[in-house]
């Protein structure tokens, strides 16, 4: 699990390196598609799991990294913007 996460970090910075101030918002959406790729799995894994109780910590944080995932889409689309001159 740890390692899917950083796999997912790591490919939404590889994906906001690349942006490089276009002023879409494809970047955040790369980001974002990421961390819910990832918290998909982590649902996944906790419909696996016979321990309710660490099932129901498991979905926990999935909804918080998807959350964390939207936040950082809305930073990026917010730099960028900055980045391309726009006022948004």
């Known amino acids: 699990m740890n ?3 950083k796999a997912a970090l790591g490919a939404g ?3 906001l390196a690349a ?5 879409d918002d494809t970047a955040g959406d790369n ?7 990832v918290a998909d799995n982590m649902e996944d894994t906790a419909d696996n ?4 109780t660490a099932a129901d910590a498991l979905e926990d944080n999935a909804a918080a990294v998807r ?14 913007a ?3 001159g726009n006022t948004q």
Do not use: P, W
């Not at 942006?19 to 002023?23: D, E, F, I, L, T």
């Not at 980001?31 to 790729?37: G, H």
């Open 31 to 37: 980001v974002a598609d990421n961390y819910d790729a």
């Open 49 to 52: 799991m016979t321990n309710e």
């Open 13 to 15: 910075l590889f994906a």
């Open 19 to 23: 942006c490089g101030g276009q002023g």
């Open 67 to 80: 959350e964390e995932g939207e936040d950082k889409e809305e930073a990026i689309d917010a730099a960028d």
């Open 82 to 84: 900055n980045a391309s």
């Open 3 to 5: 390692f899917s996460l």
